[in-house]
Nanobody, 126 residues
Framework: QVQLVQSGGGSVQAGGSLRLSCAAS????????MAWFRQAPGEERVGVAG????????YYADSVKGRFTIQHNNKNNTYYLQMNELKPEDTALYYC???????????????????WGQGTQVTVSS
């Protein structure tokens, strides 16, 4: 069982940038999926960005395309979510998640993930 430890986040004004980190306790391996999700108060958890750990395509929710980038560093088993041009509507609790390889159609769905980070708050003020 891999543990995911998140860091980063915080408060920023609209238009600013933040980077979230998700450190895995061990090498997840190439045949896995990894994604970022967020949950605003009173709302459901939604997918933001996803990636296959073996490389290849990256997937983004329409609401963050062109502003957020999912990245990974295989040397230190850490995944990142670079968030630029932040908007107040990006305010939420952000989670990283990892699982066995899953179809690309489901990579932004919040169900069926075997490992979750503890969550980190992002607050964007106008």
């Amino acid at each position: 069982q891999v543990q995911l430890v998140q860091s980063g986040g915080g408060s920023v004004q609209a238009g600013g940038s933040l980077r979230l980190s998700c450190a895995a306790s061990k090498n997840i391996g190439p045949r896995h999926s990894m994604a970022w999700f967020r949950q605003a108060p009173g709302e459901e958890r939604v997918g933001v960005a996803g990636i296959y750990t073996g490389g290849g395509a990256k997937y983004y929710a329409d609401s963050v395309k062109g502003r957020f980038t999912i990245q990974h560093n295989n040397k230190n088993n850490t995944y990142y979510l670079q968030m630029n041009e932040l908007k107040p509507e990006d305010t939420a609790l952000y989670y990283c998640a990892a699982s066995q390889l899953r179809p690309w159609e489901t990579i932004l769905q919040p169900t069926g993930w075997s490992n979750w980070g503890q969550g980190t708050q992002v607050t964007v003020s106008s």
